[in-house]
Every structure is written in C-alpha cells, then in structure tokens.
C-alpha cells in the first residue's frame, strides 16, 4: 500500500488525473503496472484518508482526483525521507 | 454479463455504486486481459475484508458457540466402563484362533440374550435406567441395554480378549454393570464346560453343537482388565461441540455476509438438500449381513419359522427368511441402509434366537436352535450409500420454506430488499 500510495500521490503531484492516466504517467515514470483492481484498491484508500480527492461531477465515468494539502504533505515527508536514504547509500556505494 | 462486469460485481455494493463505473470505464480504455480479470478479483476479496465488520463476524461466533456450550451444558452425560475376559486354550489343549473366536461368539450371543439382559436389567442393586422404567415397556428398556452394551473381540497372545463396554448415565452404574455383564460372560463359559463335560455320558447332540461345545471345554476365561469406574464422563465432547458451534457461527456470519439475495440462496440449498435427500431415498439399500439359524432337527425347525419371522421385526431392516437347502436351516438375510442398522439388527436377531431356543426347550423338552452370524458384506449394487437422509429432509424443507416466505414477502413489500453486505457498507467505518 505504501508503495502504491506514493505512485499515485507523484502521479497527481504534477495535476489531475483520472484512473487510466494515473496507470499509463505511473508505468512511464517508475516502471511499475499496476492493475486495475490495485489501482483502484489504493484509490479508495487514500480518498478515506484524505489525501486525494476527486474533482469531476459525481458519477463521472473518467473521474479525475487531484492530491490535497495533506497528500502534498505525506508525500513531501516520504520523498524527505527517500532523498536521506537515498544519499546514504550514495554514500556507501562510492568506491572508497 | 461480460467477464469485467461480473468480475466488477463482485465488489461490495457500496463500493460498486461508488467505484464500479470508473473501474469499468479504465478496464475497457485499456482492454481487458486475464491478469486484470485476476487482479479485479483479488481486489474484490481486499475489500470485502477491508470493510469487513468484525464486530458482526465476533458477535456471529460467539453467538454460535454459546450455543453450542448451552448444548454441551445440557446434553446427557454418559460414561464408559470396559472389562476384558481372556479366552485362551486350556493347558495342554490345541484350539485354531477361528475355534476360539467361535467361543467367544457363542459365549457373547448368550450374554446378550433376553433372559441374561433381563436378569441384569431386573436386578435392583444395579437400578439400570430408572426413568425410562417408568416411562417406556421392558421390551423398550431391553432394547435400550442392548444399544449400550457393546462387545469386541481381538486377539490376545494365544487367546481371544473380549472387551465388554457398558455405556451409561453413571459412572457407578456403568461399572456396576459391566462388572455384572463380565460375571455372566465367565458363567454362561463355565455353563458350556458343564455340559460339554456331560455331553460324554451319551447325551444325543446334534454333531455340530458337540463340537462347538468341545470348544468351551478346551478353553479356560480369565479377567484381563477387571471394569474401573470411569472418572471422566466420556461425552459429549465439550471441546468439539464448542469447535462445532464457531465454526457454524462463522459459517453462518461468511453466509450473511457473502450472499447478497438471502430468499435465492435459501431457497437453492433447500433444493440441494431435497435433491440429496431424495437420491439419499432412492439409492438401493446396501449392507448385507445374513444370520442362520440351525435347528437340531427338522422336527424342531417346524417350530421355528413363526419364531424366525417375529425375529425381523428390527426397525431400519429389511430381511427375507428362507428354509436352506440343509432341512435344519432357516437363512434371515438383513439388508440395511448402514453398516450400524445391519450390526445392531444381527445383535438383536443373535438375542432373540437364544430366547426362541429356549422357547423351543421349554416347549419339546428338548431340542436346540443355535444362530449363526454371516460375514458382513455389501449390497449388490455399487451406487454409493448417502447417509443424513431424513435431516436433509427436514433441513432442505425448512430452507425451501424459508426462502419462499422470504420472496413473497419481498413481493409484497415491493421495495423489501434485504443486503447484509450493503447493511455492512453503509455502517463500516470511512
């Protein structure tokens, strides 16, 4: 779920996007195919937390979600935390 | 319904009526593979957990085992006392396990006849089955002990152990009457070495009753395991009723839960149980065994047919009574829908025909009727037997009944819909 949910929060980071979108943005940027039931599965959980929203009319078939302040904020303590790791194993890879 | 949509439909209703129609647009965007129908499903059974109410399925299981401990509270309580006579060839005696097996049989067919039981059953230290005295015939009584007392015979080094078991509402009681039934398993042996032993003053015996009295003479019976009073009842199992009645509680709250149209779902396993209880109903009969009763005479045996027919009044059995080639003869087949209907029959039928041998001596003076037990053997078609004929009956009814009602009240009602998943949605924590 972690690991899905900072997917889709990168995803939406950069604007709204709807379910097909979000797939196609996530397989070009990180590699990673998530299927549909996935997808969706992690949808519905960062909407209960309130993280993502959608934004379209109710009932809309394509419906497009956008990140809110508290997804933007998770997702900014994550990538912190990613860049802190990142820069340690950096460090240790480096041919002394 | 494509495979999408029912895969779609597999969701939580709530879930569906939020979701279902952006999962559906995405999938058909993209085209659907087998991975994805796959990946839906799995996410289906993630959200049913994930909005699974625990509460409902703790409150199913607790319920379920209260049930079952109020059950376990009040079901009878019954105990068991065992005792073991040893038969083994007397010292300087040579006798086949087969000779000595067909000892013990006669020696257990005696203890289990009428006039025995009876005598035990009368007996006022022992003050077996009060209540069902009071309430039910002797006849009713007799056949009752004989249901609780059980006989197996094994070998045992050189010999043969018969175990007598005794099942009974009381420990002491069922010690009490084990002790007696050990007792009279040791009498009725020393009876037969009693007249085996005057056989040889030129008493004129039918050659097959000298030899199997020779038997009795050649083996001696010792107590192997004296009965004990059992200190533990030894059922109902708590512990499995209680393991019982969550597993249906949980069954019953995963039924609930999972079937959305409960009248529909009703109303097919009813039809299932009437299907099974019906084919459990018209499959053949299965197990065989076949008792022969042998007169010393043919003059005797005229005696024997009205005897050998009030013999097979034993309920859940069929028999057919024929006259063998072999003049003496009367062959009782029993056909029964089980092994245990068929066991208990030729346990009954082996009683009985020790009471028609004494009803034949006490009315010629002389003469004797000894039954034979046949090997058990199944019926002569193949089809398999399918047992829980009449609770299926009564189940599938009850279901059928049920489900009916249930439509008919959504009939009624017009917009009557009952959801347990949708109930379970809407109150689920967001």
Redesign the interface.
Known sequence: MHDRALLILISLSDGEKHGYAMMEDIAAFAGAKLGPGTLYGAITRLEQRGWIRPVGPAGERRQPYAITGAGRAWLESEIEKLQKIGKVAARRLRPA | MSLLKWAIRCYPRA?RDR?G???????E??GISS??VA??????L??HL?TASWGILSAFALAGILAAAVYAWHAPRYYLSEAAVRFAPAPGAVLSYGEQLAEVSRVQQEVNSRPVLMSVLEKQSLDLYPRLRQEAPMEDVLEQMRRDVEFHAERSGSGVALHIRYRGEDPARAQAAVYELTARAIDAHHSRQRLAAQLSDGILINPRDRTLLNFSRLTSATVLDPPLRPAHAAGPNAMMILGLGLLAGLASAGLLWSVRALPVAALTAGSLLLLYALLAYMLPLRYERTVILRADSPATLKLAPPLAESLVQVPEVTASVETGNEPETITIHLRARDWRSADRAVSLIAGRAMDAAEYVRRKRGAGAITPYIGPESHGEDELPYLPFFAPALWTGLALTGCGACFLLLRRARGSYTFSAIDWACKNSP?
């Open positions: 879930w979701y129609p952006e999962l559906e647009t995405l999938v965007d993209r991975r994805d990946n839906i499903l799995a996410g289906a993630r959200m994930a967001r």
